[in-house]
């Protein structure tokens, strides 16, 4: 007979088995930030944590959009991590199912937009989210 001590274990053992450790993985937090270009400006910066950057463009727009950030590289001779900036891989999602995300150089996205509408910009690898980064996206 079970004691009602072993019921939080048990809990607990379910949710471990129904993937607790997908919930760990920092490829699950999303956060967008809104690309806002002022009248006449061709180019939007930012500088943080963001995973997903959002805006409007319009058909037939150049768009090149960079991507770098923090990362860290472990040294196995000395067992010390080492934090460093590296290219992120960006990709871009819009209107009617587009999706592009094969870039010219490391961190370098550059395409036209196939129609009018709101593009979502992301990058992987997903375990650089959460960390330190730079986007700049310009529009012509």
């Known amino acids: 007979m079970r004691s009602d001590r072993s019921l939080p274990v048990l809990a607990f053992a379910a949710i471990l088995a129904c993937g607790a450790p997908a ?35 319009s058909n037939g727009q150049a768009i090149a959009a960079h991507m770098t950030g923090e990362a860290a590289d472990y040294d196995p001779r000395t067992g010390q991590v080492a934090k460093v900036w590296r290219p992120r891989d960006p990709n871009v999602e819009g209107p009617g ?33 959460g960390a330190p980064g730079a986007v700049r996206i310009c529009a012509r």
């Open 97 to 129: 199912g587009f999706f592009f995300g094969d870039a010219e150089a490391p961190g370098l996205l550059t395409f036209r937009t196939p129609s009018t509408g709101t593009y979502r910009f992301s990058f992987s690898p997903c375990a650089m989210w």
């Open 23 to 57: 919930l760990a993985s920092s490829c699950n937090k999303d956060v967008a930030v809104r690309i806002e270009m002022a009248p006449g400006q061709t180019c939007w910066t930012y500088r943080g944590a963001a995973t997903t950057f959002v805006g409007d463009f």
